[in-house]
T-cell receptor, first 112, second 113 residues
């Protein structure tokens, strides 16, 4: 069974700080997606990365897919209270790309 | 915008009851999924359907079954509810192509007493 480990599990920071969330596996994925989930809602897609080494930026969020397509990171610059939520990475297995394996999640709290 | 609607936000049932969770999507997606979400465990796939009347077991199918009689509707059934099935249940749908994003409903928080 493929697993995706996220770290840290919890992160509590002040507004304006930078942070990085890691998503690691020993398995290769066809693509890697990042979702954010807010209380009382389902996860919402932030980005999909497909190519090893790919970097995508979404305003203050920078996503990177590892060269070997086994890991990914999410970096947030100058965090804001609106960034608060549960961040989930999800990988598509190469032989079953309709499905996703979800990471364990990182709960981020940004205080004003 | 894709809309995935789960029939209940909160549900309280008793041990041994048969429980139905319903999910409807409005974007003609081929794939539909049922997950359960527990703290520290992420989302775990219960069942997956890639077409009407087709289903595939996920990672934790024990104690659950599913039904997909129409393309837009995917039902999760707890045959005889137990307290360890208390959880948040999330339904999702996606196009039947590689590496597609999944679109989620807002979840059903199920408590089994």
């Amino acid at each position: 069974t493929q697993l995706l480990e996220q770290s840290p599990q919890f992160l509590s920071i002040q507004e304006g700080e930078n942070l990085t969330v890691y998503c690691n596996s020993s398995s290769v994925f066809s693509s890697l997606q990042w979702y954010r989930q807010e209380p009382g809602e389902g996860p919402v897609l932030l980005v999909t990365v497909v190519t090893g080494g790919e970097v995508k930026k979404l305003k203050r969020l920078t996503f990177q897919f590892g060269d070997a397509r086994k890991d990914s990171s999410l970096h947030i610059t100058a965090a804001q209270p609106g960034d608060t939520g549960l961040y989930l990475c999800a990988g598509a297995p190469p032989r079953d790309t309709d499905k996703l394996i979800f990471g364990t999640g990182t709960r981020l709290q940004v205080f004003p | 915008d894709v809309k995935v609607t789960q029939s209940s936000r909160y549900l309280v049932k008793r041990t041994g009851e048969k429980v139905f969770l319903e999910c409807v999507q409005d974007m003609d997606h081929e794939n539909m999924f049922w997950y359960r979400q527990d703290p520290g465990l992420g989302l775990r796939l219960i069942y997956f359907s890639y077409d009407v009347k087709m289903k595939e077991k996920g990672d934790i199918p024990e104690g659950y079954s599913v039904s997909r009689e129409k393309k837009e509707r995917f039902s999760l059934i707890l045959e005889s509810a137990s307290t360890n099935q208390t959880s948040m249940y999330l339904c999702a749908s996606s196009l039947g192509l590689s590496n597609q994003p999944q679109h989620f409903g807002d979840g059903t928080r199920l408590s089994i007493l």
